[in-house]
């Protein structure tokens, strides 16, 4: 029996996760987290894991309420505390109640021409950074390995294939791993697998893959993304070696959200809506 | 004819010399085992960013033959770098080490308080280093330049900086250091990274006797935003993986890796009596089985805690004295007067240069958080078990030990043939002796060494089989949150 005769008697439907790329994306963050707890020995920090993922919701749900907005959206806000969980540490728990609430509260509130500029999870960890003894990046979490790098890329690419921002990740890496090569290679002749030890760290993946790909806080336009996210690499590259500052791409796009609105004013687009269910699977049920 | 000299070139601190080899490890209790081999210790203090770096020099030998080479970050004054006393390594060592605590049981018929104890545990170790005089010439032809000159304690130093790596290989053999081939390919990146070498030797004058077994640690203070140990120098002529003790000492918290995964060995875990005896080999097993199952490439916590003057309890228990503020001064810890606080780490790292190819990277964290490698052994009651308690007493002793016996298969794979008797030491003292048989199969472990934590290995699939499950939650989840929207927007 042909595929489309199989989807129309819906005798074979689409998993609700390839419908909706934010409900996928959950399920990278997610099981990058259980992956974690299981085999990265981070099952000390489940408290931490629990306060964030509660208070994250807590943030949405009163942001649901007061806003009038669609319960659709906690996705988007459980999106930003895994982010959150995997990369923001911090032993008070009140740093770790009220970044999350700093996340979700500048989605809402820190907003240009009716979005949000900050990407969430990256405002949430920064805030704290800034203006509390209390918080920390651990950047050697994941540590540093090909599996890993395998896994993150094929769960980023069915995300991004739906949402298109790969541009950015690819153009993120690239950049990086240029400057990296240049430097260490080349300059200082490290042997290459000090840049491929650096290139394949966890961290440094996580946020390529999944943190600068925020549609919704990336430039609307493939070329503002492209000369955007070089840009992000070039900072991270230059923090890192002049400054030694371990989590730099994080500082790095923090510093460059700016740009987002001048890379849109420059060169226009719409601006990304995130849809719950996807062209195609509306075609079929037309 | 000159002596033969010989020099490697080691990560953080040492020349280190075939021959001469003297790595002890360290030692439990009284036994004389030889634990981690190849093993050095350094103490890092870091307060902003000034560093303080002490290394160990446990240097047995003719002092003739000593020598050492650091990469440093900047042009040491000579206030910057002095010598310290050999005790503050023991002291921390000793204060910090993984450690075995001791409980005994109640008397189940007649209970009577008993108090804990401590194994004492202590170690030993020693560096190997060699190496010769230096001559300090001074060729342009190197492209070598010596930055400065001091004679501190019974050390003569030079702080040479170079412009390739070629110049200061040969600068080195002509000085009669015989380089590692390796070693030269290191050199570069130190060189190009604006590093400079901290070149050490002993000054004949200053030592009373050739034959020394005492070389004073070094301590060298310096301010730069890079906090990292140039492991990868000592790479260059290293057989094998080598093991370094960190004692870390900050201000605000926990000292954590970087570019590495930092993770705390498995603790609180109750092991068989047995052990006691050999629990210098035991933690050398639960170490290598956790650094294997880890993948051969992380750093390894084996203590954190508070060590301000202020806080009273420093460890619980203690294996050693705490260190006072006389020694944290000692080690390096300038700031106690005006914030008091004072927070050690303990790390533990095997490294070779498959898995370990960039420089160790730290960074301080303000994670305060206690942690510490302990475990436990829990003496049984004697005398009279006729009572109902005491029957019951031994039936749970039985179920207990067998646990204890699972746990030390799972920390170290260890299997005796003398468990099943450790299991029913106190069998035949039980009434209900007929019943025994049946419940015995239960108690005795079977099967082979495996299972969760260090033991089995690391497998990789376990993130796409955690992926699909959550899916299907998530799937689930998100039908229900769709249905709640519909009955929201009917309302």
Known sequence: MPLHTLVQERRFSTPVIFKDPRLFQLTALGSFLIFGILQLGWQHDIKRFLTLISFTLLA????????????????????????????FHSSSFWVLALAPIIAIGSKYLIRWKGTHIFNPANFGIVIPL?????????????????????????????????????????????????????????????????????????????????????????????????????????????????????????????????????????????????????????QFKQ | MKNLKTLIVFALMMVQIEGVMAFCGFYVAKADAKLFNNRSEVILVRNGN???????????????????????????????????????????????APRLVEYYDEHPCAPIMREESVLEFSKTMQANYTSMDLAFNLNED?????????????????ILSATESDGLRRWLTDNDYTIPQDADEVLNPYIKSNMKFFVVKVNLEKVASQETEYLSPIQITYSSDKFMLPIRLGMANADGPQDLVVYALTDQGRVECANYRTVQLPTDRNIPTYVKS????????????????????????????????????????????PPIQGDLAEAGVNWLNSTGKAYFTRLHVRYERDKFPQDLQFQVTPNKERYQARYVVTHPASGDFTCDEGQAYLKDLEMRR??????????????????????????????????????????????????????????????????????FFIGLTSRLVKKLEAVRSVS
């Open chain 2, 142 to 158: 190197y492209g070598v330049a010596i930055e400065a000159e001091y004679q501190i304690g019974e050390y003569d130093i030079l």
């Open chain 2, 50 to 96: 000034r560093t303080v770096v002490t290394m160990s020099n446990d240097f047995k030998g003719n002092v003739r033959d000593f020598a050492m080479v650091v990469p440093v970050p900047v042009v040491l004054s000579e206030h910057d770098i002095r010598v310290v006393n050999r005790s503050i390594f023991d002291k921390l060592n000793d204060y910090s």
């Open chain 1, 60 to 87: 949405q749900c009163l942001a649901i309420v007061a806003l009038k907005l669609p319960i659709d959206s906690w996705k988007s806000g459980l999106i930003s505390g895994l982010g959150l969980c995997l990369l």
């Open chain 2, 278 to 321: 050999k629990f210098g080999e035991f933690y050398k097993s639960v170490f290598e089985r956790s650094w294997k199952y880890e993948g051969q490439n992380a750093v390894f916590l084996e203590y954190a805690w508070d060590v301000s003057p202020q806080n009273r309890v420093k460890c619980d228990p203690c294996v050693g004295p």
């Open chain 1, 130 to 282: 800034l203006l509390t003894n209390e918080a920390w990046v651990n950047t050697g979490q994941w540590g540093s390995g090909v599996m890993l790098a395998f896994f993150f890329a094929s769960a980023a690419l069915m995300v991004l294939m739906k949402v298109g921002r790969i541009d950015t990740s690819v153009t993120f890496l690239l950049t990086l791993f240029a400057l990296e090569s240049l430097r260490s290679v080349f300059y200082l002749e490290w042997d290459f697998d000090v840049v491929f030890h650096k290139m394949m760290n966890g961290s440094v993946l996580l946020f390529a893959f999944f943190m600068i790909t925020d549609p919704r806080t990336t430039p609307n336009r493939m070329k503002g993304r492209i000369i955007w996210a070089a840009l992000i690499g070039v900072l991270s590259f230059a923090l890192t070696s002049v400054f030694y500052l371990h989590t730099a791409p994080i500082w790095a796009l923090f510093i460059a959200t700016p740009f987002t609105l001048f890379m849109n004013h420059l060169f226009g687009g719409k601006t990304f809506n995130w849809k719950p269910i996807s062209h195609i699977t509306k």
């Open chain 2, 402 to 471: 067998s646990k204890e016996v699972d746990e030390l298969r799972v920390l170290t794979g260890w299997v005796t043939k003398h468990q099943s008797g450790y299991i029913n030491e106190f069998s035949n003292r039980r009434l209900d002796r007929q019943d025994l048989e049946e419940e015995r199969n239960e108690f005795i472990p079977t099967g082979s060494s495996g299972g969760k934590g260090p033991g089995g290995n690391q497998f990789p699939w376990t993130l796409p089989i955690v992926f699909v499950s959550l899916a």
